[in-house]
Every structure is written in C-alpha cells, then in structure tokens.
C-alpha cells in the first residue's frame, strides 16, 4: 500500500520516506456509514509544524432534559440543574445552540477511580442543541439512560463510549450511596400567618383569656356569642351568673395549654401546627399517606385526606401521627376510614415539594424525604414497604404505578445498600372506569446479600411479613451481586505464574470465570483473591531465598512451585532433557548460584510480580466498590433533536443520574500525537512539552488497559510512557493532600516577564496608575539588576515612587498574590523541561482553582514560550555555521510545545499574557525549529493568526456552526468542497477526523487510532 505521510511535501517523502513520522490513524475511505479504513496515516515529527486539533465541542457526552440526577437535594431534572446554575452562574460560553456556565452550588453523587462512591461539586453545568441519533441503554435491573452515542459508561475494565457497548454487557450502577443526607427543616409558607392558639375555637380561646367579666361588655358583637358562652360553660370552663363570666381553673389550664407559637392558619382556616423539621414520625405519616392514603378537594376547595386499612391499629397509628406532627382533628368515615380537612396543611406540603391531590400514576416522594436523615429514611421506606410490598418465596415485590415513586424508592435503598430491579410492566388499570392499559413499576429485592440487607436495615414491624422474610432468608442463594473480571483474573494469574489449582478449589470453575462463560460473586471473587495473595506472598517469599542464599534444595523446591518447565532449565544450560536430573549434576551442586539464576532469569522473562500487585489491587477494587454490575439487555438507537445537557464535576466527573442510577465519563487526539513523537526514530532529538491545564495528561504515565481489545485491532499493545508531571513548586502541599501524582516542580524567574505580560496577569487596564508605575518600576529594576531581580525587589522598589498611597499599596497586594500563586523562585528551572528525548508534562491546573486562575497559566506559557523559542534561535545560528563548516552538530532539541484548551491562552478576542510569545511562535517559529499544537474545542474563540497560519489541521466531528465557519475562513484552494460538507461525509463513530495538510495540498479523512497510555480526560456520569 502506498503510504501516506501527513505534514510533509512529496520532495520530503522521496528524500525522508518514513523517517521521523509515527502512525496517528487510518485513511477513510467512502463516506457515512459505509467509510473504512484503509492506508495507515504517518504523521511528520521531524520537521517544525503549527497544527491545530479541533475537537467537537461539549464531546457529545450529555443526557436528555428529563433525566434526574441525585443531588444533595433530591432527585433533580438535569434541565432544572442547567437552569439553577444559569440563574446563579457566570456564563462562560453563550451561544444560540451552545451554552456553557460556571456554578458552585450542588453536590452530587460520583465514582473515584477506585469503584468508590463520593460526594463531589458541579462546577458547571452545559447545553447544546443536537440533531443526532442517541442511545436508549436499558439494563437487566430495569436501569435505564439515554445517552449520546460518545457518553462513556463505567465498565469493570473502564470508562467506554456508549456507541462501543454491546448487548450482554456489564455496566457500573450505584451499589450505595454516600451522600451527608440530614432531616431539613420545613418552610413556612409565606401566606401563613402565626396562630395565638392552637385550638379552632378561638372566639372560646379568647373568651378563655379575658379573665372574666360583664358578659355584654366581651361579647364580640355576633348573635352567636351566646351559643359559644354556653358551650364553654358546658365543659366546665367558665362560669356563667347572671351577665357576669368567670373562667374556671380548668379553663385556665385548657388556655395555657392552647397557646403557641407552633401553629399558623391560611386565611381563615383552622390552625395548624408546623414541624420544625423533618422527623421519622414525618416520613412514617407520608409513607401512610403515599400508600395507603387519599386526597381530595372537597366543599369550597377544602382539601382532605383520607386513609383507609382494614387493620385498626394502623388507623389510630396514622391519627395518632396527625395529631401529634399537625394538630389535625380526624373524624371517622366509616369503620375502616377516618379523614381530616385542612386547607393549611395542603399549603404546607406544597411550599415543601409534596405534589398534593396527584392520582396513583403522578405521585411523588417529596425530596425531603428522599434527602433525611438515615433513621427518617428507614422509618419510610419499612412503612411503605408494610403497605405496598408482598414477600414471595424467593423475594421481596413492590409495584407502583408511579415511576417517580419506583425511581426514588430505588435510590433511597441504595443508601442502605440496597440494590433492586425495576422491571416495567403493562396492565390494566383496577381503580379506573375505563380499565385501560397502564404502565406499572415492579421493585423486586432478591438475593440472599440483599435481601439480608434489607432485614437488618429496614425490616417490617408486621409479624407476619417479617416471619416471611426471615424463612426466604434460610433459603435464597441467588447470586445477584457479580463481577465481570474473567480477563483481569486470567491476566492476574498469568503475571505471577500460577497455575488455576493453585489459586482456586475448582480449576474448571474458574476457567469458566476466565473464559466470560460465567460472572463470578463478590464473595467468591474475595476468596480467590486471597488465594492470589497468598501465593504472591509464597512465590515472592521463596523466589527471595533463593535469590539471597541459593541451594540445590531451594532450586528443586522454586522449580514446583513456579511456572518454569524443567525442560526451560535445561534447554538453556545446553541439555536436551525436561527431567529433574539436572540437580543431580556435580558442578551445579558445587556451584548451585549459576543454577538458581538460570531459573530466576527464566521466571523473571516469564512473570511480572510487581504487575500482578497492582493487578491484585484492581481487583480488591472491584470486589469491595460501590458498583453493581448490571447487564445490558437491549440498546436501542433513537432520533432527538433538541436540547441535550452536561454537567462538570470536580475531581472525578461523575454523577449519578437516570432511572435507578448508572455511571457515565473529554483531548484524545492530542495524546496520540504525544505517543507519537516519543516513540518516533527521531525521538531522541526532539523534546516534548505539554501544556495541561485539566491535570488529566498525567495518566500517560500508565497503560491503556482498558482499551486493549480494541488496541489489538490496530496490533497495538497499551504502553505506559516515560513523561516528566512538572508542578508549581510552591504548590506541592495541595498535590500532597489530594494523593495528585507529580514527578518534579518548577519555578519562573519573574524578571522575565515584560510590564505588559505583568499587566495581563494582573487584569490591569493599561491605561491605570497602577499599570503606569508597573511598567516604569519594571524599567528601572531591569536597568539595575538585569534579569536577576525577583518579587521581593519589586515590592521594595514601590516606596520610591511618587505615586498616590492607594495604588501602591494595590500593586503590592498584588505582588503578594503572585508570590501564593507558586511559580516564582529565586532561579528559573524551567530549563529542564526542555532536554532531548523528555516529555515533560507542566500541569498547571492547580491555578484553575484561584480566581483569574487562566491568567496565571498564560503566564506560565508566556515565559516558556519566550524562553524556547530564545534558545532555539540561538541554537538555530550555530546549526547553520556548522552547516557551513561541513559539521553536524544539534545541541537543542527541536521543540514540541502542546497546549490543551488553547482558545484560554491566544484567544480571539483580547490579550493573555501569552497572546504575544504564541504568536510569534506561529509567525517565526518553524524556522529556528519549534513546533506549536493548538487543542481546542473552539476553534472559533481561537486567535485568527493562528488559525491562518496552521499547515496542519486535524478537526474532529465539529457541530458548532461558528467554528465550521471560523475553519472554513482559512480553508485552501485544494479543497474540492467546502469543510461541512467533509465533516457530514465522516461516518458517525467515535474517533473520525478530517486532517487538512497543507504540505502536501490534500485532505484525509481519518480514523484516529486508540491511545497506547491512559486517557483520563474523560467525564464519567453515573445513571439510573
């Protein structure tokens, strides 16, 4: 096949061939669906290029608007998120089909890296308008998600994009929850007002605390006066003589014990008393009136609520709540029915999120209930469970026609740890007319795990029901709560030289484990595990005896032990046998070292203990994480166009969401072009930066295991690369106490920087006193000290300036904050970071967190910048008088310098700090010999020089139509078609690119390889 070699002329290829490229992907050939891949695309690292890679905004990684995600407050509407953090936010990004804001408001619930739940921050919540096919995800559990087709869902082996997920599947779902849920307080609603007595009667109230007297003189001026005298006196109390009342000593006592300041009336309605706060008693009335409870509107729009239960205990239970928790006067409907009318308690449930009057298929659990306290949670759920639940001989079956009731219910027993099925069902409605056919909602728990669960958290208080549960209990062993970890297994074992009856009581039982034919139990996978252990231990024990003290005894013993054949021993000490008989030999029994090495070397070619540690370690991971491994039982593609909605979560990304809760998970193609240049045969004279203001490019540092079945599809193996993560140095505590890998920090010289770089930094108009003095001070210092002065020097230089107080002491606190920003010392070190053969990864993301955080790290790219290019320049001068002097001699490195989220550094519209030293970079770079990728998903907010000077472009599936246009802008005469009509030709799978080269005047569309090294640019989402 002819190669295909991007980013150099023809001239080039002839001379170079494929000297100093490395392969980034396929040739695509065809269009749509019907595209394939073909030639390998080589991509140019020799020569100096500015590429720009420009990925489709937002990833496509969104939900629909109806989706709920479990917030700190309730099960919430994405679409009601996005609108909470618009109306509290800070935009970021406004468009007519894209919109992006900055939030700090709710927690939500996520996954770490090590399969453990965690309760983290939205920092920004995302929409975009799509015209595109999505997935609707349902799982064997009843789980179900509809996501985009690039929506990464949680595997046991990692994130995967959703388009990548096949039917039979495993996908992570939420195990148990670990949120700081607590029993709120209750909102007044602002049309009550405070009630002087808690009783009705409060013309009687008011009589009572007259204190007695003329009859005629208290009368309230109604002909009904009378009638309330003579119903106080007939309870004894007042006393009635003649015109002259005198209230009674129970009197007196009923009338203290009516005062309050608990009870409040709408209107002119009874009073009723208001909880401070959410309580069991609480959540057990609501699980009674959500059951087994009605409401209605009754005479004048009255509301009423009515409970029925053939069991009277259940009945004066339910009173008894009512009158205690609201001061509510029941009366009896009939011998099995009581009700109470109080308009004022509809007005408070409504103000606090209870959906009054709903029929069976609208209600909902409130999400002050779903949000209490673990006590009030259980109080609920065992009510409801009492009234609604039937146990059967194999578990425990709920049905509800609500599937807001089944979707909460199934996320407040997972904060126990409860796992359920939510299967949908379709019958006829009993308790209509029409006896038409309606969806219901089946929870089922089964399986002795959770069913155990269930007992020892929640239970019933019905004897009858709980008997039942504990006889089921003695019986059930469906193992419900499995892994799929089969290759991990195999791999494990593999590593460490085990063999399967060494590690398991059943070989066959776990070769159908390895083989994916069965799904192991977490309590299995544990004693397996501990078999992994302990022959680790053995094997590492017995491997370092003989290492330290080698014997012919020690050697025999190590053979039986270990996976080396002796047939392996003796082939390579000269012998055709595969017997014992070696040991017998004199000179080995002499000299027993040179044998036992012959065995290590041959164990050590075949083994990896350290690996199978870690392996170890991901699989104690699974056995004790939060997930619950749930099969895909049918993925189905589905049109939508409209709204779709993201949000950003700190530290790990994920959130909880959907119906019943599944996890889900952005500068892919910049890795790959990283992988590239280091494994290239020109690696060694190149040296690689890049610039990482997400802290996700340390992950290079480890391999792809989670890709590896599509790897081998490209005869790819993953591959760990030996990157440098450079920090801050005076930033190295907050790496520390968040475990954040790094490998050495740096510092900046501040002397290198201009007054108007300093300005930048500062978000100074350049037209301020404080930019003025700035810009003097600066020109003084670097005409007394050159380039050796530091921030100590400029905050002592201020006093010599006649300038108000006011603005210097403004430029000095602003000196101070630069100090805490941690990247300035007394030496520049940034030198390092420069070497041949290194890739060194600067991980600014730290500055993310402060406020004009993004210019702190233009500041840091400003100063690198200047610096290389300063001294390939240099370099480049002795390069051409060697080349005169027929030497060849290249002392710097051609530089490589990767910028993720550029648009932040060189943006279209104002300044950074970097904005200057980029730009020179792309008009003079490629000629002293450095090289500038710009990542962005926004091409459009990229500065235009930049874009117009890029020989390389390497666009992804791009939706946005101003940065479709802002390309289309700088588009060569080569191209046949305008650019949409490229991008709508790429088939709709993950990885597809257009690259436009202008070396060689053609375009390709491409299929990007998968990464060798991890990607931890991802945005991992967990939904139900």
Not at 294 to 306: D, M, S
Not at 394 to 423: C, E, H, P
Not at 558 to 577: A, H, I, P, T
Request: charged share 30%.
């Amino acid at each position: 096949m002819p190669n295909i070699v991007v980013g150099r002329s023809e001239e080039d290829k002839e001379e170079h061939g494929l000297e100093g490229t490395g392969v980034i992907g396929k040739h695509l050939v065809g269009e749509d669906e019907e595209a394939h891949t073909a030639n390998p695309l080589h991509f140019d690292v020799a020569k100096p290029h500015v590429v720009g890679v420009f990925g489709k905004r937002g990833t496509g990684k969104c939900l629909l608007p109806d989706e709920k995600v479990l917030t700190e407050k309730g099960l919430k509407k994405i679409e009601e998120l996005f609108e909470r953090g618009r109306e509290k936010g800070s935009p970021k990004r406004v468009d007519r089909d894209e919109q992006l804001y900055k939030c700090e408001e709710l927690n939500v619930q996520s996954i770490d890296g090590e399969f453990k739940n965690q309760s983290n921050g939205v920092k920004a919540v995302y929409r975009k308008r799509v015209n595109e096919k999505l997935l609707r995800i349902n799982t064997s559990s009843g789980r179900k998600v509809t996501v985009t087709l690039e929506h990464p869902l949680l595997t046991s082996e990692g994130w995967k994009d959703a388009g990548e997920l096949e039917e039979g599947e495993l996908i992570g779902v939420p195990r148990k929850l670990d949120m700081d849920f607590k029993d709120q307080g209750l909102e007044k609603p602002e049309s009550f007002e405070e009630a002087d007595y808690s009783n009705r009667n409060w013309r009687e109230s008011e009589l009572l605390e007259s204190e007695g007297g003329d009859a005629t003189k208290l009368s309230d001026g109604t002909g009904s006066f009378r009638r309330v005298l003579q119903e106080a006196e007939n309870k004894d109390l007042i006393h009635l003589n003649e015109d002259t009342v005198q209230i009674t000593e129970k009197g007196q006592t009923e009338l203290e014990k009516r005062k309050t300041n608990q009870h409040y009336r709408l209107g002119k309605s009874n009073p009723i008393k208001v909880p401070e706060k959410v309580s069991p008693e609480l959540g057990e009335f609501l699980a009674f009136l959500l059951a087994e409870g009605h409401e209605q509107k009754v005479t004048n729009g009255n509301y009423r609520l009515i409970f029925t239960n053939t069991d009277q205990s259940l009945i004066d239970r339910f009173r008894r709540i009512g009158e205690e928790l609201f001061d509510l006067e029941f009366h009896k409907m009939s011998e099995d029915t009581v009700y109470a009318n109080s308009t004022a308690l509809e007005e408070l449930l409504d103000v606090n999120g209870y959906s009054v009057c709903e029929n069976s298929f609208n209600k909902e659990i409130p999400d002050f209930i779903l949000t209490s306290s673990e006590e009030t949670a259980a109080v609920f759920l065992r009510r409801y469970f009492e009234s609604e639940a039937n146990v059967t001989d194999q578990q425990i079956d709920l049905v509800t026609a609500s599937k807001d009731i089944a979707d909460a219910l199934s996320y407040m027993l997972l904060r126990f740890g409860i796992v359920t099925r939510i299967n949908q069902k379709e019958k006829y409605a009993s308790n209509t007319e029409e006896k038409r056919v309606r969806s219901y909602y089946q929870l089922t728990i089964s399986g002795s795990e959770q069913l155990e669960k269930f007992q020892d958290k929640i239970d019933f208080s019905v004897d009858r029901k709980s008997e039942k549960l504990s006889s089921i209990l003695n019986q059930s062993n469906t193992n419900v709560d499995v892994v799929e970890c089969g290759n991990l297994l195999k791999k494990c074992r593999g590593k460490m030289g085990a063999d399967r009856i060494q590690v398991a009581t059943h070989k066959q039982s776990l070769k159908a484990y390895e083989d994916g034919k069965h799904k192991i139990g977490r309590e299995k996978l544990g004693e397996i595990i501990k078999n992994l252990e302990s022959y680790l231990e053995e094997i590492s024990r017995i491997k370092k005896q003989l290492d330290d003290q080698p014997t012919i005894e020690k050697v025999g013993s190590f053979m039986e032990k270990s996976n080396v054949l002796w047939k392996e021993l003796n082939k390579q000490q000269g012998y055709d046998r595969s017997d014992r008989r070696i040991l017998t030999y004199k000179k080995y029994q002499e000299n027993p070292r040179k044998l036992a090495g012959s065995v290590l070397s041959i164990f050590n070619d075949k083994n990896d203990l350290e690996e199978a540690r870690n392996l170890i370690k991901k699989l104690q991971d699974l056995a004790c994480s939060d997930v619950f491994w749930d099969e895909i039982e049918e993925i189905k593609e589905i049109d939508y166009e409209g709204w779709v909605y993201d949000l950003t979560v700190r530290e790990n990304h994920s959130f909880t969401a959907g119906l019943g809760g599944v996890f889900c998970h952005n500068s892919y193609s910049m890795g790959t072009l990283v992988e590239e240049c280091q494994q290239s045969d020109v690696s060694e004279n190149i040296s690689t930066i890049m610039i990482d203001p997400m802290g996700i490019f340390w992950s290079m540092k480890r391999p792809n295991e989670r890709d590896v079945s599509m790897l081998d599809k490209w005869d790819m193996k993953p591959e760990a690369f030996d990157a440098q993560v450079y920090i801050p140095k005076g930033k190295t505590r907050d790496f520390d106490e968040k475990e954040m890998p790094y490998d050495d920090t740096f510092t900046l010289n501040p002397a290198q920087l201009t007054s108007e770089e300093w300005r930048m930094a500062f978000g100074l108009d350049s037209n301020t006193e404080m930019s003025i003095l700035l810009e003097r001070m600066c020109e003084d210092l670097t005409d007394e000290f050159g380039d050796e002065y530091r921030i100590k020097h400029m905050k002592k230089a201020l006093e010599k300036y006649e300038f108000p107080e006011k603005t210097k002491r403004g430029l000095e606190n602003r000196l101070r904050n630069a100090e805490d920003w941690g990247v300035f010392g007394e030496e520049s070190s940034i030198d390092k970071l420069t070497e041949a053969g290194e890739l060194s990864i600067v991980d600014v993301s730290v500055f993310g967190q402060l406020s004009g955080g993004t210019r702190v790290q233009a500041l840091v790219v400003a100063i690198l910048a200047k610096r290389i290019l300063m001294r390939r320049m240099a370099a480049r001068r002795l390069e051409e008088l060697d080349e005169m002097q027929g030497l060849d001699r290249a002392d710097e490195p051609i530089q490589w310098m990767l910028i993720d989220e550029a648009h932040e550094y060189l943006p279209a519209e104002g300044e950074t700090p970097a904005t200057n030293p980029l730009l020179r970079w792309v008009k003079i770079g490629r000629e002293p010999g450095v090289s500038l990728v710009l990542c962005t998903q926004q091409p459009a907010k990229l500065h235009p020089n930049a874009l117009s000077q890029m020989d390389l472009l390497l666009a992804h599936r791009l939706t946005a139509q101003q940065d479709i246009d802002a390309l289309q802008e700088i588009m060569q005469t080569y191209m046949r078609y305008d650019l949409r009509h490229y991008i709508d030709a790429l088939p709709d799978r993950p990885g597809t690119a257009m690259i436009m080269d202008d070396n060689s005047e053609r375009a390709y569309p491409a299929q990007m390889r998968p990464r060798k090294s991890w990607h931890a640019g991802g945005t991992p989402d967990a939904f139900d």
